[in-house]
């Protein structure tokens, strides 16, 4: 059969694409189980290079897939224009078969099933072996009433079998890299680059992430293999950046520890560039010279707030004490730290805004991702937030860099004020540049500077997209109108605690 996987995220197909750009791991996941099934498989990036709809159907139609596959890690924001594509092409091409996985396909089925109507079937929840068990069933080699995982329509009415099983063993289904040409793919300032991931799931509770709902449970690739696979890359195909998908890859201290003296062991000339927990941090600090020698460079470290009550309320599990020594420790080894700070988790004040801005100066942390809370209703935060207002209903929006929830206290256009001035104050500071000047490694040097760089060119963009084409909503729904029924989330919640216990 002829498989064609579609990545694209754009609320308008041909829109303007950053410099960099890194390959859609998701779909390469799914990919490579599908290949070694004797499958025919033809990758359309479309978030890489800009197409429009005609060119999209003309090439699609060349290739005549029997099935076309939708998915995109933006989730959310990717669902418009994923629906949009689906449509396009199931009209020219009705004998082709549409599916769609990803977070928002697994907590919304029903209602896109339900609406959507050229989508066929829908992959919950990790998609290598379920992914590939639909396509044998669509192929008439099994029945698809009989497959874990799956969502579809029953007499037009849209139906969820059982939820399939958590893969324990992250290396059975390889990664398809031939789908790619490793040269498109660049970060970290133009170098050749790919994501990759050690590990799924997290064992932490924060009310704001979905990550434990969807995964289940925190489990890791093989730390050799992996770093096998990395070499691998950078040796044959010359890959220099690896950007870490996980949420929490150093949740278990042995496997991590072991990971990072297998990277070592192969002598490589890398960049490594993470996400992790500023305790996770701290708790390694007697082999952070590791982290180094492994080749990381910079660590996302998911703060979230510098309230106490607001880091309880959230159940991040972190103190601000151990959030400034994280800092302190990686700046010890030369690795930056990029603090996330994320405005709306309360009816903040401009006293509250202006309390953070001094507190992440404290913190001093290397670089700043300012966000916004987003209420997903597959998170715990949607019950915190149910009952506040959405000012933001275009759900491309929906990506953490645009203010979604009502603030009482601190109208739209103040709020965006704050944390501009937030980001500028944080990263225009004396002490920041003169890193930048006088850090002592090249590779440093060069990271910090396209940081800048780049960050210079987002925040003029948003700043320009807010004057002229931001309209917020004069009459917000609460967030629970916005989504519906209160009883639809607790089919889900209880889809998630079923989940859990597999």
């Not at 799956?150 to 079998?161: C, E, H, L, T, V």
């Not at 601000?320 to 302190?328: F, H, L, N, T, V």
Request: hydrophobic content about 40%.
């Amino acid at each position: 059969m002829k498989i064609l996987l579609i990545n694209i995220a754009h609320p308008a197909i041909g829109s303007r694409i950053p410099d960099d750009h890194l390959p859609p791991f998701g779909l390469l996941c799914i990919a490579g189980s599908i290949i070694d099934d004797g499958h025919e498989v033809k990758l359309f990036d479309c978030d890489l290079k800009p197409i429009n709809e005609a060119e999209l159907l003309r090439q699609t139609q060349d290739f005549a897939p029997d099935i076309i596959m939708f998915g995109h890690s933006g989730s959310s924001t990717a669902q418009p224009i994923i629906s949009k594509t689906a449509r396009l092409l199931k009209f020219a091409i009705p004998q082709a078969k549409i599916v769609y996985g990803g977070v928002h396909p697994t907590y919304f089925w029903r209602e896109l099933l339900a609406t959507d109507f050229w989508l066929d079937y829908v992959v919950r929840g990790e998609g290598e072996k379920t992914a590939r068990d639909l396509i044998r069933a669509i192929d008439g080699k099994s029945k698809i009433e009989d497959l874990r995982g799956i969502s579809y329509r029953d007499n037009g009415r849209p139906k969820a079998n059982s939820n399939a099983e958590v893969i324990l063993d992250l290396d059975e289904f390889r990664i398809g890299w031939e789908l790619i040409d490793f040269q498109d793919y660049s970060y970290w300032g133009g170098k050749r680059a790919v994501v990759i991931q050690f590990s799924r799931g997290c064992p932490h509770l924060c009310t704001y992430c979905g990550q434990r709902g969807f995964w289940s449970k925190w489990r890791h690739r093989d730390p050799q293999k992996l770093a096998d696979e990395i070499a691998h890359l950078n040796r044959n195909h010359g890959v220099e950046v690896f950007n870490f998908a996980d949420e929490n890859p150093s949740s278990g201290r042995k496997a991590w520890r072991r990971f990072l003296e297998a990277i070592i062991a192969h002598n490589l000339n890398i960049t490594l560039v993470g996400s992790t927990r500023a305790d996770d941090i701290v708790r390694d600090k007697e082999f952070l010279h590791l982290y180094k020698k492994a080749g990381f460079e910079r660590f996302l470290l998911g703060m979230e707030n510098t309230d106490e009550a607001t880091l309880q309320q959230i159940k991040k599990g972190a103190t601000k004490a151990i959030d400034k020594e994280a800092i302190r420790l990686l700046r010890q080894h030369n690795i930056l730290s990029m603090a996330t700070w994320v405005a709306g988790f309360n009816n903040e004040t401009d006293a509250d805004l202006w309390r953070g801005l001094k507190q992440i100066i404290e913190y001093d942390p290397d670089q700043i991702q300012a966000l916004y809370a987003v209420p997903h209703r597959w998170t715990p935060f949607y019950d915190d937030a149910k009952e506040l207002g959405i000012i933001e209903i275009d759900k491309t929006k929906w990506d953490y860099k645009h203010q979604i929830i009502k603030l009482q206290n601190i109208p739209p256009w103040r709020l965006f004020m704050w944390v501009k001035f937030i980001e500028v104050c944080a990263q225009a500071r004396p002490k920041a540049i003169a890193r930048l000047i006088w850090n002592k490694e090249p590779k440093i040097r060069h990271a910090i500077r396209w940081y800048y760089k780049m960050g210079r060119r987002v925040w003029i963009h948003e700043i320009l997209e807010f004057i002229f084409s931001r309209r917020h909503s004069k009459t917000p729904q609460s967030v629970m109108e916005f989504y519906g029924p209160p009883q639809v989330k607790e089919e889900y919640a209880s889809s998630t605690r079923q989940s859990s216990r597999i």
